[in-house]
Nanobody
């Protein structure tokens, strides 16, 4: 069992930055693929970024490529999402999720554990 707790959301002006953190419980964190997703009101939950178990492989949605960076620190069971040059369309609830497997790119339905989400609001 893995519990995920996101933090770092908030209100920021367009062009600003935020860093989200996701703290995980459990001794097997380093074996999980970790992803960030977001969900805007009235929309589906969308993929944002993913990082493999070792941190050697990352993938991003086209909409955030070049602006967001995913990273992880297995020593402290935490995954991060650094968000720069934020836009109003980045406004959403952001969720981290864990997939118990070595593949990096997996469908959203393959994620085994989810956090409760953290709100990010970008004002224009």
């Amino acid at each position: 069992q893995v519990q995920l707790v996101e933090s770092g959301g908030g209100l920021v002006q367009a062009g600003g930055s935020l860093r989200l953190s996701c703290a995980a419980s459990g001794r097997t964190f380093s074996s999980y693929t970790m992803g960030w997703f977001r969900q805007a009101p009235g929309k589906e939950r969308d993929f944002v970024a993913v990082i493999n178990w070792s941190g050697s492989s990352t993938y991003y949605a086209d909409s955030v490529k070049g602006r967001f960076t995913i990273s992880r620190d297995n020593a402290i069971n935490t995954v991060y999402l650094q968000m720069n040059r934020l836009k109003p369309e980045d406004t959403a609830v952001y969720f981290c999720a864990a997939h118990d497997g070595r593949r990096t790119v997996v469908p959203i339905t393959a994620y085994d554990y989810w956090g409760q989400g953290t709100q990010v609001t970008v004002s224009s």
